[in-house]
């Protein structure tokens, strides 16, 4: 049976414009709006605690500057006469959002923050891209990997081997290693250029796998790997399974990649309407020994699934933005509608509502990420609040999920500064009507958003997000001829 990636790769859906998954710099020069210059202020309103899981009801955040001078019950914080005071009643104030696993682009960089996600950590991308968009006013906060990398046999690189090029490495979306010196190679020079995490996929032979975290850990960065989904990659061609990766140390597990092969590899068919519950139980406990965090991106495995499942009702800027994406979506939907793609959707799903709880309770940390725009019908920018309503359709609780996209979030990216409100922290904050921790999708209702001290124009924002994509379609056409 195909895998879905290269039917999708000659289908079309990555030979599209701007909107689609694409690894150049394609977009316009729009800037997103800036932030207003960052000044003391008090905001009221019931407080998140990310940290406690709980709500302070009469709560404040007490800014100065880029960061938080006191958060918590008012009768514990002071704050000066001169402070401009924000009253929001009875709406929830709440960390900046961090999305983990993004694959942004210049033409929607800016829909994440009047979105409430305030932090990005991009999962694969050109250094080039990367830096144009951390240039760029109104950007999220942005940890990055680069450029990904794979074996020779890479289904990511089909016109084949990438191999280390100092002189274009800015520009390459991947790199093909071989042996333990070339991953050596590739990771110094990324570190070099500065990146924040490295990025590894499952067709790296063992050894190489094994070498490149290695390496990575002599410069002090941390290691993200995508093993694949059975709907992705299946169960076929893949060297390195989710066991093997968290046994060679690295940080997190991506979509749960690999568990699949795990799972296989143990004797079990996760094609199988009824999953061993000792296989599960050993994955799950070989995980949480070695230490791993797992970003599963639930809400692409959902949409992978079942197309248009999660609701797009209510996310912020996405009537703006999805009119630039449904020809991308509606085609990827198609190919996903196969018999062969849908069954192995379905396995996926089945084995992610298996694992998610069990490695919760295990202790290991599950952090937000939503993987755009990788699924049909994740809208960029607002994507991580469908990935929100995904994790609890998975079966964490309201709180737990809220805690993945903040503090969990935080601890992962190895950032205490970010994901809390509290004394010292920078001054991210999400506000929002409702009570998310009764119905998740109340974190879609954004009243304001704050980044680091700065209230955000939101008004502002969303046109010049509409220009930019609207830019990119039209570069894209004519380039198209």
């Not at 923050?113 to 006013?137: K, Y």
């Not at 998310?436 to 209230?455: E, F, H, Q, S, Y």
Request: overall charge negative; aromatic content about 4%.
């Amino acid at each position: 049976m195909e895998d879905v990636l290269p039917m999708l790769r000659r289908s079309g859906v990555f030979a599209l414009s701007c909107a689609a998954l694409l690894v150049s710099a394609c977009g316009s020069e729009t800037a997103s709006p800036p932030t207003g210059p960052s000044a003391d202020a008090v905001l009221f309103g019931r407080l998140f605690d990310a940290g406690a899981g709980t709500v302070i009801e009469r709560g404040v955040v007490v800014i100065a500057g880029e960061r938080v001078r006191c958060a918590g019950e008012r009768d514990a914080c002071s704050w000066r006469d001169a402070d401009a005071r924000h009253d929001y009643g009875d709406a929830l104030l709440l960390p900046g959002l961090i999305d983990l696993h993004v694959h942004a682009r210049p033409h929607y960089i800016g829909a994440f923050v009047p979105a409430g996600v305030t932090t990005v950590r991009d999962a694969g991308n050109t250094l080039d891209n990367i830096a144009q968009m951390r240039a760029m006013p109104g950007a999220p906060r942005i940890f990055a990997a680069g450029p990904l990398i794979d074996g020779p046999d890479s289904v990511m690189t089909p016109d084949g081997p990438r191999p280390l090029d100092v002189e274009t490495l800015g520009a390459q979306p991947s790199l093909t290693v071989a042996s333990a010196a070339e991953a050596d190679a590739a990771i110094a020079a990324l570190a070099e250029h500065g990146v924040d995490w490295i990025k590894l996929y499952e067709q790296l032979p063992p050894v190489v796998f094994d070498a490149a975290v290695a390496a990575a850990a002599r410069h002090g960065l941390p290691v993200m790997s995508d093993l694949g989904l059975v709907v992705t990659r299946g169960l076929s061609g893949a060297d390195v399974d989710a066991r093997q990766a968290a046994a060679a140390g690295v940080t997190t597990l991506e979509h749960i990649g690999g568990a699949a092969l795990s799972y296989a590899r143990l004797g079990g068919d996760p094609m199988a309407d009824t999953l061993d519950d000792a296989h599960l139980d050993r994955i799950v406990a070989d995980l949480a020994a070695s230490g791993v965090a797992v970003v599963p991106t639930a809400g692409n495995t959902a949409q992978f699934f079942s197309p248009d499942s999660l609701e797009r009702d209510g996310l912020p800027g996405a009537g703006r933005i999805a009119p630039h994406f449904e020809g991308y979506w509606s085609h990827l939907a198609g190919v996903l509608a196969s018999p062969a793609a849908h069954a192995r959707a379905r396995a996926d799903q089945r084995l992610l509502d298996a694992l998610l709880p069990r490695l919760h309770a295990a202790g290991v940390p599950i952090g937000a990420g939503s993987d755009v725009p990788a699924a049909p019908y994740i809208v960029p920018g607002p994507a991580l609040h469908q990935e929100l309503e995904a994790l609890v359709r998975a079966g964490l609780s309201p709180v737990q999920a809220l805690q993945s996209a903040t503090v969990v979030a935080a601890s992962i990216l190895g950032q205490s500064q970010l994901g809390r409100l509290d004394a010292g922290a920078l001054a991210d904050v999400l506000v929002v009507d409702g009570d998310p921790l009764a119905d998740i999708r109340a974190t879609r209702n954004v009243v304001a958003v704050w980044k680091d001290g700065a209230a955000v124009d939101l008004a502002a924002a969303w046109p010049v997000v509409e220009a930019a994509l609207e830019a990119a379609r039209v570069e894209a056409e004519a380039a198209g001829g």
